[in-house]
C-alpha cells in the first residue's frame, strides 16, 4: 500500500514571523493524522526554523532544490549535504519553475537527484508538460522525455528512492488544474513506463499530482488510484488550506498496488 503523501512548496514566500505562524497552525491542524505524510518545503534561509519547529511532529520538512555538484565554485548554490544538515527529509527537483526560469535541463536534475539520495535525501522528481505542449497534445512524449532523461543517467533502482511529481505547466499558479481523470491517466502512464523497467520499483512509486491543488478538489484528485498524493503551491500558505488538504489525503482509501 502507498501511503498518501502531501507536500507545501513555499516558493519564495514567507519571512520569520509569518513561517512560524503558519508552521504553529501546520503542526496543530495535522497533530494525530497519522494515515498520511505530510511535508513542507521551504525556501533555503528558513530551514532552521523549519527543523527547531517540526523536530518532534508529524510534518517532514525539505528544501526547494539542491545544487547538481557536491562542492566548489558555484556562488549562491546551494548541495544537497548543505540543506541534508539541516534535518531535511525531502528535495525538490526539477520543478517547473527551475527549468523554465533557470535553464535546469533534465540532465542536471538527474544529477541533482543522484546527489541528494547520496546525502540521505528524498528527492521529489517534478515532470510536466508547458500550455503549448498540452494543445499540442503531445504531454505523454514530454512527460517520458523529462523521465528518460533522469533514468538514463539514475538508473532504476535509485527510482525506489524518489518521488515523483506530474505538474502541468499550464496548471501550477492558474487555479486551472487537470481533471482527475487527466493526471490519473499521465500518473498511470508514467508509472507503466516505469514497470517496464522494473515492477516492484513502479508499484511502489508514489506520484503526486502538482497544480492548483486546493481543498475543494483534493478529494476527487486524490481518490485516483494511481494519484499518491499532492505537491502543493499556493495553497500551502493559508494553513487552513493545506491543512483541509492534508485531511483529505489522510482519510483518502490507500491506493492499492497495481500495475
Ligand atoms: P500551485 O503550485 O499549487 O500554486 O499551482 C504547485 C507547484 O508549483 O508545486
Redesign the pocket.
Known amino acids: 500500500m502507498r501511503r498518501k503523501l502531501v507536500v507545501a512548496?513555499w516558493k519564495m514566500h514567507g519571512n520569520l514571523e509569518r513561517n512560524r505562524l503558519l508552521l504553529q497552525e501546520i503542526v496543530a491542524g495535522v497533530q494525530g493524522l497519522h494515515n498520511a505524510d505530510f511535508a513542507v518545503c521551504v525556501p533555503h534561509p528558513y530551514l532552521f526554523q523549519a527543523q527547531q519547529m517540526l523536530a518532534a511532529t508529524n510534518v517532514a520538512w525539505g528544501a526547494q532544490n539542491v545544487h547538481q555538484a557536491e562542492q566548489g565554485a558555484y556562488t549562491g548554490a546551494v548541495s544537497a549535504w548543505m540543506v541534508a544538515d539541516f534535518g531535511c527529509t525531502y528535495a525538490i527537483i526539477g520543478?517547473s519553475e527551475r527549468r523554465g526560469q533557470f535553464r535546469e535541463t533534465n540532465e542536471c536534475a538527474a544529477r541533482s537527484m543522484k546527489l541528494a539520495i547520496k546525502a540521505g535525501l528524498v528527492p521529489i522528481y517534478c515532470m510536466g508538460e508547458t500550455l503549448d505542449e498540452y494543445e499540442a497534445g503531445v504531454t505523454e512524449a514530454v512527460v517520458a522525455s523529462q523521465l528518460d532523461g533522469v533514468l538514463n543517467i539514475v538508473g532504476i533502482k535509485l527510482f525506489s528512492k524518489v518521488v515523483f511529481a506530474y505538474?502541468p505547466v499550464w496548471?501550477?499558479?492558474t487555479g486551472r488544474t487537470a481533471s482527475p481523470g487527466q493526471a490519473q491517466a499521465v500518473h498511470e502512464f508514467i508509472r507503466a513506463r516505469i514497470a517496464k523497467h522494473d515492477l516492484e520499483v513502479a508499484a511502489g512509486l508514489r506520484i503526486l499530482y502538482?497544480?492548483?491543488?486546493k481543498p475543494a478538489n483534493a478529494a476527487q484528485l486524490l481518490v485516483m488510484p494511481d494519484i499518491d498524493g499532492g505537491?502543493?503551491?499556493?495553497?500551502s500558505l493559508a494553513a487552513d488550506e493545506f491543512v483541509a488538504i492534508c485531511r483529505v489525503a489522510n482519510g483518502a482509501p490507500g491506493s492499492k498496488r497495481r500495475v
Open positions: 512548496n520543478h505538474e496548471a501550477i499558479g502538482g497544480g492548483s491543488v505537491l502543493i503551491g499556493s495553497a
